[in-house]
Structures are given as C-alpha cells and as structure tokens.
C-alpha cells in the first residue's frame, strides 16, 4: 500500500472474516519525528525516620528518524455485515459452517436447505459522515418552461445541456447548411477576444481551404487550441455529419461531399484492432491496450484523482495560452497539440487505440490507396455505406490494416506465433482473416462491442455538441 500513493490502508477487524468490511486510512504527508523514550527510576534507601522518598525518575530520549508519510483512520467502522439468521426464539444462529467452503465438499453440501441470505453486492462509498442539503424548489421567472424529457431518460436532467449551437446533418437531408446558426456566431464572438483566438480561428480556416472535411483530432493534431474552445469554434465554420459514409467529421459550411466525387478521400473508416484466437494472439497480449476498461472503478480502497481545473468563461477569454500549471513547460504553440498517430495510419506502426476513426486520405499506405482509387474516374452513386468508393472497400481496408497489424505483433512477440506456418500461406491466413470462407464470423467481427473496451467517439463527440 505504501507503494502506491493512490491506495488507501485497509484495516480488517476480522481479518478471518470474508464478510468483514474494512475501515480505511487516508494517506498524508508529515514532518515528524520518532522518538524513542526510556523512563528509569532509581528508588532512595529508606532514611532512619522511614519517611518514603520519592524516587528519581530520569527520562532518556532518542531520535530513530524521521516520519514522512502517516495514515490516519477518520471512516466509520459499522459498515458491517454478519452471516446470521433468526432462529425460531429470536436468537441470532451463525451460518458461517454453512456458507463457507474451506475444503474440497461433496454434493450434499451444496443440496443442503438454507435460511436466506444475501449479502449486500456492494456497500456505501462514503466512509465519512456528510450532511445533504436538500434544495428548496427553484422559483423560476414567469413564462419559463422546463427542458423536454425523453423517453430514454425519464428521470430527466437537472438542468438543460448548454447548447454549443451544432448544426447535425443525416446523409438523407437533402440541404446542407451554408452558414452557421446566429448563437454559434454570438458564443464564439464572445469568447474571441485576444489576438490567440483570432489566429486560432485563421489556422482553422486554413485547414478547411486545404481540405473541406476534418475529424476533431485531426484538427487537434494540427492546431494548438484548448478543447472547450475548440468547442465553441468547430459549429461556427462547420457541421456535423451524423451518418454516411462522412459520419463523426465536420464538414465545411456550404461543401456537400454527396455530390463532389473527389470527396471519397475524405470518408472515415470505423477501424477496430482485432483479436482472437483465429487471429493468433487474444486481448491480453496486444501491445494496444483499451482507452478504458470495465473494470476501472473508483473503488473506495483509492484515492479519488483530482479533477481536471474547470473551465470558465473567463479563462476562456484570456486565450488559456499563458497560464495554466499542468502544461507550463510547453511552449503555447504546441501545448494542446495532439500526436499525429491519433488520426494517420502508417505501415509499422501500430494504432494508439483499439478503435479508431481514419479518413481514407490519412492512410499512408501505398497498398491500401490503390484499394481506395481502384475505381478513379468512375464513380457514378454515392452510397450511405460505401460513399463513392466500390462496395467493401471498406471491408478490404480493415483486411490489409489487420494483416499489416499482425505482422507487427508478430515482430515484437515472436512467441504468439511460434505455431504458425510459413510466410508461404500468408495469402491464405488474409483470406482467412478477411471472412471469405467464414461469412458468419464475418458479421460478427461488424459488430460493435464495447467489452473490448473501446469508446465510441462518436457518441461521445456529439453529446459534446448537443
């Protein structure tokens, strides 16, 4: 535990109990000192008037060292749950000899008629006493409504989402916006105040003359801008594209992509690192490991990280390009900027996540550019699935990345493949990656699955925009 500045010290008052809860300490820094003391005392001979002497008494005192770390306990400790039942007088019967298994049992222990019991599946997260101020109900103006409830969220929102005025496009709508929403416009101006944000706003007009249809980390990887005023800054010079083969990216106020052919370099790719016995190697032993996982908790045994600094509109205002502690040491050009590996793909190098979204102009792959032009010239419908790429372009795509993938792993964990046949049958170990032979685990490999550990992007972009 002392290891780990992030892990509190558990206390178990049973420790022999499996059920016992235990009460945690906090870890906190000191400058003190410990000490080590002796006490002597030295009794006086009885004096002819046998009056009693007090005895001597000396102290000795020694400094062992100094104590730099303490762990003080301030939880409550009744979070306590035994294995009991009433019996038929009242009185409380243990069931411990029933429901625990300390060696090897046979079927009739487990056949065995119980009294019901069902331990908690979890208890409190607090461990300290709070007080809970209910709110009074909130008096608002006259003619105020309250936000609209879903009939996915019924329990609703305590307050409305603070619009960042994003204007969403379907591949089926028909118009495309040409300029943005007049509150897009108020909020950016707004928070545009210093020679910073104007020269941010000129960088990213730029990147949508040179190419009209960006992702969010493209943009990042490109230009320095903080991310809650990237924000605000994306729906003042483009929409968003919800669905197609455009989804996830913003696209230039005014560009329609559905109808420019030479757009087809801009489509995304939902490319996601497979796994697998087939594959040869499973989730454990990728080099890639998940944005997040299931079974990250913030349990009570840990310390809770420390949120990032709020972001006012004051700060905003300052530009967040001089201040700020986390990011002192990088120079304001570069401190927001993201590593080009979050949206180029190139041979040898593998992908930072498990799941990532790729315009097919990022794809710096020889190989994988004459997949995407193999159909130059002819492009004659622009599909919701394909755009105007040939149809399971994409599905070649995500064959030949894997291929590339494995190939890697393979050089780094030789031992994965040591089973393996030679470089003779790698035509046959693509197609059988690719699902020629195999339709069913084909439709299974499109499937999204979040147990992977990865994140929708998607999803969560959107929600930024609402």
């Avoid at 208890?123 to 909130?138: E, G, K, M, N």
């Avoid at 609209?148 to 329990?155: A, D, K, P, R, T």
């Avoid at 801008?225 to 990216?249: E, F, N, Q």
């Avoid at 040869?280 to 913030?298: E, F, L, Q």
Wanted: glycine share 4%; charged share 30%; hydrophobic share 30%.
């Amino acid at each position: 535990i002392y290891a780990d500045p992030a892990k509190r010290l558990e206390l178990y008052f049973r420790p022999k109990d499996p059920y016992c809860h235990p009460v945690c300490a906090n870890r906190f820094p000191t400058s003190t000192m410990l000490l080590r003391v002796c006490r002597r005392t030295r009794r006086r001979q009885q004096m002819a008037t046998e009056e009693q002497m007090q005895p001597e008494v000396q102290f000795e005192m020694e400094i062992l060292g100094i104590v730099t770390t303490v762990y003080k306990f301030q939880g409550m400790s009744d979070f306590q749950y035994l294995a009991m039942h009433s019996g038929p007088d009242g009185k409380q019967i243990s069931m411990y000899d029933k429901v625990l298994m300390l060696k090897p049992e046979k079927e009739e222990f487990f056949n065995r008629d119980l009294p019901l019991y069902i331990p908690p599946p979890i208890f409190s997260r607090l461990d300290t006493p709070v007080d809970y101020f209910y709110r009074p109900d909130i008096q608002h103006r006259e003619g105020y409504n309250n936000p609209q409830v879903s009939g996915e969220n019924l329990i609703g929102l305590s307050r409305a989402r603070r619009p960042h005025n994003a204007i969403f496009v379907n591949f089926d709508d028909e118009e495309i916006p040409t300029k943005p929403l007049d509150a897009a416009v108020q909020n950016w101006k707004k928070v545009c105040t210093n020679p910073v944000d104007k020269k941010v706003e000129e960088e990213l007009r730029k990147l949508f003359e040179v190419r009209p249809v960006w992702s969010r980390n493209a943009v990042k990887a490109n230009i320095s801008v903080h991310p809650d005023k990237l924000k605000v800054l994306l729906p003042y010079l483009a929409y968003y594209m919800l669905t197609g083969p455009w989804r996830s990216l913003w696209v230039r106020f005014g560009y329609d992509p559905r109808k420019h052919p030479e757009a087809k370099i801009y489509q995304v790719l939902d490319f996601r690192i497979r796994c697998g016995m087939k594959y040869g190697y499973a989730a454990t032993d990728m080099p890639v490991k998940a944005k997040r996982s299931t079974y990250n908790y913030s349990l009570p045994i840990t310390v809770k990280k420390q949120g990032s600094h709020t972001v006012s509109v004051h700060d905003l205002k300052q530009g967040l390009g001089s201040a700020g502690t986390s990011g002192a040491k990088k120079p304001p050009s570069s401190r927001y900027k993201l590593k080009e590996s979050v949206y180029i793909f190139r041979e040898g190098a593998l992908p930072p996540y498990r799941q990532m979204f790729y315009q097919l102009c990022d794809l710096n792959v020889e190989s994988l550019q004459k997949i995407i032009h193999r159909n130059d010239g002819t492009e004659s419908e622009c599909t919701e699935r394909d755009g105007w790429c040939l149809a399971k372009t994409s599905d070649d795509l995500r064959d030949s990345m894997s291929l590339m993938i494995k190939q890697i792993i393979r050089s780094t964990r030789p031992a994965l493949f040591s089973n393996t046949t030679s470089s003779e049958d790698g035509k046959e170990q693509l197609a059988y990656e690719s699902g020629e032979d195999e339709d069913d685990e084909e439709e299974e490999e499109e499937e999204f699955k979040p147990s992977d550990g990865s994140e929708n992007e998607m999803e969560t972009e959107i929600l930024d925009y609402v």
